[in-house]
T-cell receptor, first 114, second 113 residues
Framework: DAGITQSPRYKITETGRQVTLMCHQTWSHSYMFWYRQDLGHGLRLIYYSAAADITDKGEVPDGYVVSRSKTENFPLTLESATRSQTSVYFC?????????????FGPGTRLTVT | SQELEQSPQSLIVQEGKNLTINCTSSKTLYGLYWYKQKYGEGLIFLMMLQKGGEEKSHEKITAKLDEKKQQSSLHITASQPSHAGIYLCGAGTAIQGAQKLVFGQGTRLTINP
């Protein structure tokens, strides 16, 4: 089915381990985004990508790495997970219709770092 | 940077009652988005407002953007249990020809039967 999917949906990892969260969209949207959602902070942008091989930092990029070798995939890697990275992570995508459009969100990945 | 403040942060209403959620921006809004999030799930797009004074409705939900484009309200008429969830407003800011969204902290809505 068309849409935006994230995997895994739930992940528990230990401090210091590398973790990769996957995001896949079937719409061929140009733009993709990674957000984290935390109590008291709402949704904050980590990284975004305007197209394959084009990525840029959002509000809270420290400790995260992204890549986008294919339009449909936008993985987010935590190089050395810390407890402060325990959060719910959302991937989103949107078309490049100019300055007014909506973003479509995936179901989220709940990550716990112990 | 743009900041969005939502009020109230949480709301408990009796089924059938009307309610309003507000979203206030620190800067002029050029695109205001309302999303709904069910507990433990992703965000569902509800409506987008762009023009001052604009009003949009979908089923029993109406969103308005004020003339000065710094405040938006979301109004639900005759609330139902299906309306329960977290409502987030988002403001679009331009990045490389598209928009990134800055979100308010959300309003948690509970509907009591």
């Amino acid at each position: 089915d068309a849409g935006i999917t994230q995997s895994p949906r739930y992940k528990i990892t230990e401090t210091g381990r590398q973790v990769t969260l996957m995001c896949h969209q079937t719409w061929s949207h140009s733009y993709m985004f990674w957000y984290r959602q935390d109590l008291g902070h709402g949704l904050r942008l980590i990284y975004y990508s305007a197209a394959a091989d084009i990525t840029d930092k959002g509000e809270v990029p420290d400790g995260y790495v992204v890549s986008r070798s294919k339009t449909e995939n936008f993985p987010l890697t935590l190089e050395s997970a810390t407890r402060s990275q325990t959060s719910v992570y959302f991937c989103a995508s949107s078309v490049d219709r100019g300055l007014a459009y909506e973003q479509y969100f995936g179901p989220g990945t709940r990550l716990t770092v112990t | 940077s743009q900041e969005l403040e939502q009020s109230p942060q949480s709301l408990i209403v009796q089924e059938g009652k009307n309610l309003t959620i507000n979203c206030t921006s620190s800067k002029t809004l050029y695109g205001l988005y309302w999303y709904k999030q069910k507990y433990g799930e992703g965000l569902i797009f509800l409506m987008m407002l762009q023009k001052g004074g604009e009003e949009k409705s979908h089923e029993k939900i109406t969103a308005k953007l004020d003339e000065k484009k710094q405040q938006s309200s979301l109004h639900i008429t005759a609330s139902q249990p299906s309306h329960a969830g977290i409502y987030l407003c988002g403001a679009g800011t331009a990045i490389q020809g598209a928009q990134k969204l800055v979100f308010g902290q959300g309003t948690r809505l509970t509907i009591n039967p």
